[in-house]
């Protein structure tokens, strides 16, 4: 795995283990001013779905991160191949369910992360 496709991978794995954080334990608190769309009385109501999606998300950022620890070159290359394509259709059913902004976040990064991994074949 090149370097720019660990530099993008790496960033993708902390974005998700922020998004990780925010869902989990911040929902409430900072969860409210990130996520402006949703109204204030439904953050205590969500909590629990939030903390739910979060894990998902920590998911993500622990596949993302094995990827770079694993030494055989092919292997490295394919599960974070493989993770992408989930942060990029996690991404996009987002963007089409909940908000647009998602695509931005989550799939433009995905998507240029497998680009990466594309133009060094």
Request: glycine content about 6%; proline content about 2%.
């Amino acid at each position: 795995m090149n370097t720019l496709s660990q530099l993008i991978v790496g960033f993708i794995a902390l974005l998700h283990i922020y998004i990780l954080w925010l869902e989990m334990f911040a929902w409430t608190t900072r969860g409210r001013k990130v996520f402006k769309t949703i109204p204030e009385d439904q953050f205590e109501k969500t909590k629990v779905m939030a903390a739910n999606q979060g894990l998902y998300n920590g998911f993500l950022a622990a596949g993302l991160i094995w990827s770079l620890s694993i030494t055989t070159i092919d292997w490295s290359i394919n599960i974070a191949i493989f993770f992408l394509s989930c942060v990029l259709i996690a991404g996009i059913y987002g963007a089409m369910t909940a908000s647009k902004r998602i695509f931005f976040v989550q799939a433009v990064p995905a998507i240029l992360g497998l680009l990466s991994f594309m133009l060094q074949i």
